[in-house]
């Protein structure tokens, strides 16, 4: 099933603007499924799809003769004399892409659709490539409004106020503690079946072992990488400690950081610093990490209901902008922090003291908007719930 995601409202008006427009993000979140959506949308047919996953695809491009890359395109069906719209799933697969991309941009009428699973290598490659002739999208598992749209599910969340009744929290409820539990990949959302919904997971997980750490990271001691992916599974939502992961694993604090910033840029984890008004100091401080999906974090991972609720309204909120976290030495939190402006406290049950904490800590530090978020009902107030956000 295809279904419209958010992102789509903000691709839409430049889907007939020249520049390119990059779709990165996770194996398996659905970005070739975006790019379809894109293609039947257009008002056009002069256009064509490519896999670039797929080795035949790949020998297309590896022409030096660019012009012949054109004569290709044209014999698969794409009329050159007028503006065409080609669609590339999976760039990461050809280090050539970009300068092919930037010689077609530039001597043809061609509009390009492009789809990838790394960031490091989509973002610094094509910054130099394509500076000023590109938008970048990224693509993350469903948020619970897309996932109630692929469950074909009509509740209006944006008209639920601060207060709702308790029957009506049971009533969303049951839909949002199956998304916590399993997670917003599309393939596991799309599933009835529990059994089919944790064999969807493993088929993940391997999928992006054998193609994103093994092909692109080309790691030599991947059984370190694995461990430490569970590790990291097992603790999310904590300090990244680094001399503690080197002294588990039994290799370098280098290496460490060098599967870190992998992981993170193929979008497995993702780091968040200390809120500072210095950004200095935000760099200098130890951050903390979340998973990309609370469905992988529960199925791998024995972690408590409240750490997968606080993954799951991290996972709510990176769409959203910059998150930070507040901590003070004497323990003293603030889960997260968006822009700089708003602050979220993630609670299993939100009660009076744990707002009026909140109330006061946010004054503390001219911080005059936040929420108090609260897993189970609450019946207080200025409480928002994990499927408000």
């Known amino acids: 099933m295809i279904i419209k995601r958010d992102v789509y409202e903000s691709i839409k008006p430049l889907i007939d603007a020249p520049e390119v427009v990059v779709i990165t993000g996770m194996r398996r979140v659905g970005k070739t499924t975006l790019l379809r959506y894109i293609q ?114 009509k509740f209006n969340l944006k008209a639920l106020k601060n207060k709702i009744s308790e029957a009506l929290f049971t009533q969303i409820d049951r839909y949002y503690s199956e998304y916590i539990l399993y997670g917003g990949f599309p393939g596991v959302a799309a599933k009835d079946s529990l059994a089919e919904k944790r064999k969807m997971l493993e088929d993940i997980f391997t999928s992006y072992f054998q193609l994103e750490v093994k092909q692109i990271g080309d790691f030599r001691k991947l059984n370190v990488v694995r461990d430490m992916m569970l590790l990291l599974m097992e603790r999310t939502g904590a300090k990244l400690d680094v001399q503690k992961l080197s002294r588990e694993l039994g290799v370098s604090r280098e290496t460490i950081y060098n599967y870190i910033a992998f992981l993170e840029n193929t979008y497995f984890i993702k780091l968040i610093r200390p809120f500072s008004r210095s950004r200095d100091a935000e760099i200098r401080s130890m951050p903390k990490f979340y998973l990309c999906d609370t469905g992988l974090v529960n199925h791998f991972a024995r972690v408590s209901e409240g750490a997968l609720f606080e993954n799951a309204v991290f996972n709510a909120l990176r769409e959203k902008g910059e998150i930070n976290y507040y901590q003070r030495k004497s323990g003293v939190e603030i889960d997260f922090i968006l822009n700089k402006k708003y602050a979220y406290e993630a609670k299993l049950k939100a009660y009076e003291q744990d707002l009026n904490k909140l109330r006061i800590l946010c004054r503390e530090l001219n911080l005059k908007n936040y929420r108090l978020v609260s897993r189970k009902y609450s019946g207080l107030k200025h409480v928002a719930y994990g499927f408000m956000l």
């Open 40 to 153: 039947e949308n257009l008002k056009t047919g002069n256009c064509i799809f490519l896999d670039l996953e797929n080795p035949a695809t790949q020998k297309l491009f590896e022409e030096k003769n660019y012009d012949r890359i054109l004569e290709s395109l044209a014999f698969l069906g794409l009329d050159i004399k007028q503006k065409g719209y080609v669609f590339l799933d999976e760039i990461q697969f050809v280090r050539n892409i970009p300068s092919v991309v930037k010689y077609l941009f530039d001597h043809y009428k061609i509009k390009f659709f492009l789809s990838g699973s790394s960031s490091f290598y989509l973002k610094n490659l094509f910054s130099e490539s394509l500076a000023g002739r590109k938008y970048i999208f990224e693509l993350f598992p469903l948020n619970f409004t897309e996932f109630l749209r692929m469950k074909d599910i």
